[in-house]
């Protein structure tokens, strides 16, 4: 995973208006947005799990509709946090949107790699170029940024090879 | 001023996105959009200016013999702060307007997914800060008569 250019979007509005120590900063965003991808890629599911807010939604990249975050987690253990299964996203920049004290916006393109693991047994592998996140942050009662919602796509579509040995 | 969104609101201010992109009103669509805005549009390796692809997508839709219609799922609101709301919902649209290669082309979107984030900006408007369009499949591009048959603007979303 690499980090390299960096912008910031923030909005000279009533949200820096006051000084507030506590408000969400882009850096603090961009760092939480890596955790989110070591964590998966190194299947931390307990770490990776306590990244969303128990009420957050989202659009994973290949539903047709949005869901509670919860199921999609159970999902992505299933298919993601086996053994035989891989995930490695590569990001270049990462856009932060600064809406209020306690939150952000985090949309960002990269090149994501996935072998899953179907409930029917067999292993794909997928590499999508052009990938797409919004990920959106919220600090909590506790001060930690938990993301409320997640948009995930492909700007192209997306082809699968399953895996020989399968 | 109410400074509180409902999700009622939320829900026609999306439904006025949409009823600009299909035609059906005259609204400017870069007003509704905070001139920081990021989107990500259906097609878009990276995310681009709101305010930009606004632009773009009105001047896209405003040839002669182009016209789009839509039609929405139901729109879930997440009311986030007391003046950001984050609305999620699927939809379908089809446009038809001549192509680069002078043609006809009607692009069919029938799993759709959006997220659009509003806030409310210095003046009480409720402005698209954010938004990511998307789809489950890829749209489906048609090359059409010239000449309209009537009623092909309006796809029988159900039959597809």
Same mark, same amino acid.
């Given at each position: 995973m690499t980090g390299s250019t960096l912008k910031e979007m923030t909005r000279p509005?009533?949200?820096?208006?006051t000084l507030d120590t506590n408000a969400i900063g882009a850096e603090e965003v961009r760092a939480v947005v890596q955790r989110f991808w070591k964590l998966f890629a190194t299947k931390e599911q307990g770490e990776f799990e306590k990244l969303?807010?128990?009420?957050a939604t989202v659009f994973a990249a290949d539903a047709r509709r949005s869901e509670p975050a919860s199921l999609m987690l159970v999902r992505r253990a299933r298919?993601?946090?086996?053994?035989t299964a891989a995930v490695a996203a590569k990001i270049t920049t990462i856009d932060v949107q600064l809406l209020r004290s306690d939150l952000a916006v985090a949309s960002y393109a990269f090149h994501f790699s996935v072998t899953r693991n179907l409930p029917n047994g067999k292993r794909v592998s997928s590499e999508v170029p052009y990938s797409r996140a919004t990920q959106v942050f919220q600090r909590n009662e506790r001060g930690t940024l938990r993301i409320i919602h997640e948009h995930m796509s492909s700007a192209e579509p997306v082809c699968t090879q399953e895996l020989a040995g399968t | 001023m109410n400074a509180q969104i409902s999700a009622e609101d939320v829900r026609a201010e999306v439904q006025r996105f949409w009823n600009i992109l299909s035609g059906k @009103? @005259?609204?400017?669509?870069? @007003?509704?959009? @905070?001139?920081?805005a990021l989107v990500f549009t259906g097609r878009a390796k990276r995310s681009e200016s709101g305010p930009l692809a606004a632009v773009r997508r009105s001047r896209q839709m405003s040839g002669p013999d182009a016209s789009a219609s839509s039609e929405l799922d139901s729109i879930e609101v997440q009311l986030a702060a007391p003046d950001v709301a984050i609305a999620t919902y699927t939809y379908r649209f089809s446009s038809t307007r001549t192509g680069k290669t002078g043609g006809r082309e009607q692009r069919t979107t029938l799993s759709g997914r959006s997220t659009q984030i509003f806030q409310r900006d210095d003046k009480g408007a409720w402005k698209i800060v954010h938004e990511h369009l998307s789809s489950a499949v890829p749209p489906k591009l048609e090359t059409v008569a010239r000449t309209k048959p009537e009623g092909i603007t309006k796809p029988e979303w159900g039959k597809q």
């Open positions: 509005a009533s949200a820096t208006a969303y807010s128990p009420s298919e993601l946090f086996g053994p | @009103s @005259s609204e400017n669509l870069e @007003s509704l959009y @905070s001139a920081t």
